[in-house]
């Protein structure tokens, strides 16, 4: 089945520090991978997305790689600002199915 | 990029009242758009898929005469929430794929409901 594991939260990290939210997925087919995130009190915000193994998305600083060979897909960010406290979600979905599967979600807490 | 939007952002009612939350994609046409709801600090649950012209797929343990779906046209699904109780307070968001890019779910803001 379809399905994503992520790393369970609360992250706190401090600012300007390197921060990594692990997931990994399983997918009958080819999925598309994705990276959303929710600040508080808001739906959800596209943060990143790869459609194939080897694309890297990124936008805002942060990275994730479509890695099939591991079928991981982590976030990743240099220097986190206190801006980027939210709660990210990781998601992928199987076109022909039309759904999308989540994580659980990883709540990030960025502290001056 | 596309945008879908969500209203009421937030709703309080009345135990036994009803409650509708509209969503409607602003510069896409959504053949496809999904309800999902968020319990506090946990991930979303998909409640329902909202078909234009047809009647909504309800996920297993989703009460289709609770929560009735709407989707008369290509821009707008409602969601109404019928005879509230206070269990139903929740986060409700819905969304929508854009054929245009890849699959691609776009977000409402999310409507907050308080069933007092």
């Known amino acids: 089945g379809n399905s994503v594991t992520q790393m369970e939260g609360p992250v706190t990290l401090s600012e300007e520090a390197f921060l990594t939210i692990n997931c990994t997925y399983t997918?009958?087919?080819?999925?598309?991978l994705f990276w959303y995130v929710q600040y508080p009190g808001e739906g959800l915000q596209l943060l990143l997305k790869?459609?194939?193994?080897?694309d890297k998305g990124s936008n805002k600083g942060f990275e994730a790689t479509y890695r099939k060979e591991t079928t991981s897909f982590h976030l990743e960010k240099g220097s986190v600002q206190v801006s980027d406290s939210a709660v990210y979600f990781c998601?992928?979905?199987?076109?022909?199915?039309?759904?999308?599967?989540f994580g659980t979600g990883t709540s990030l807490t960025v502290i001056p | 990029g596309a945008v879908v939007s969500q209203h009421p952002s937030r709703v309080i009612c009345k135990s036994g009242t009803s409650v509708k939350i509209e969503c409607r994609s602003l510069?896409?046409?959504?053949?496809?758009m999904f309800w999902y709801r968020q319990f506090p600090k946990q991930s979303l649950m998909l409640m329902a898929t909202?078909?234009?012209?047809?009647?909504?797929?309800?996920e297993q343990g989703v009460e289709k005469d609770k929560f009735l779906i709407n989707h008369a046209s290509l821009t707008l699904s409602t969601l109404t929430v019928t005879s509230a109780h206070p269990e139903d307070s929740s986060f409700y968001i819905c969304?929508?794929?854009?054929?245009?890019?890849?699959?691609?779910?776009?977000f409402g803001e999310g409507s907050r409901l308080t069933v007092l």
């Open positions: 997918a009958t087919g080819y999925p598309s």
């Open positions: 909202s078909n234009e012209g047809s009647k909504a797929t309800y």
């Open positions: 790869a459609t194939k193994a080897d």
């Open positions: 510069d896409f046409q959504a053949t496809t």
């Open positions: 998601a992928l979905s199987v076109y022909t199915g039309n759904q999308f599967y």
């Open positions: 969304s929508a794929r854009s054929e245009a890019n890849t699959g691609e779910l776009f």
